[in-house]
């Protein structure tokens, strides 16, 4: 069964960082696409970045480029996103995602507020 369980989150001042794990069991992160998507209040959930299996290769949204990082871990099973210079409207709930034959598994989310 696939699942994916994310933490890291907290409360943060603006400027400071996080660093998300996304911990995945069901499969192996090196094998699917997996990416980081957040949601904020009354807005839609839009991509943040994105690391591909074949050759690990990442990208970003324009909001976030240059602040933050995605990355995996293998012999962790783990997705990582390294959030640096966090600004206020970076305050959501952050999910990550991987898609397998069609159908997308997220996990639960783990809240991030950055305060002003």
């Known amino acids: 069964e696939v699942q994916l369980v994310e933490s890291g989150g907290g409360l943060v001042q603006a400027g400071g960082s996080l660093r998300l794990s996304c911990a995945a069991s069901g499969f192996t992160v090196d094998d699917y696409a997996i990416a980081w998507f957040r949601q904020a209040p009354g807005k839609e959930r839009e991509g943040v970045s994105c690391?591909?299996?074949?050759?690990?290769?990442?990208t970003y949204g324009d909001s976030v480029k240059g602040r933050f990082t995605i990355s995996r871990d293998n012999a962790k099973n783990t997705l990582t996103l390294q959030m640096n210079s966090l600004k206020p409207e970076d305050t959501a709930v952050y999910y990550c995602?991987?898609?397998?034959?069609?159908?997308?598994?997220w996990g639960q989310g783990t809240q991030v507020t950055v305060s002003s």
């Open positions: 995602k991987v898609t397998q034959w069609g159908y997308d598994y």
């Open positions: 690391i591909r299996s074949s050759d690990g290769s990442t």
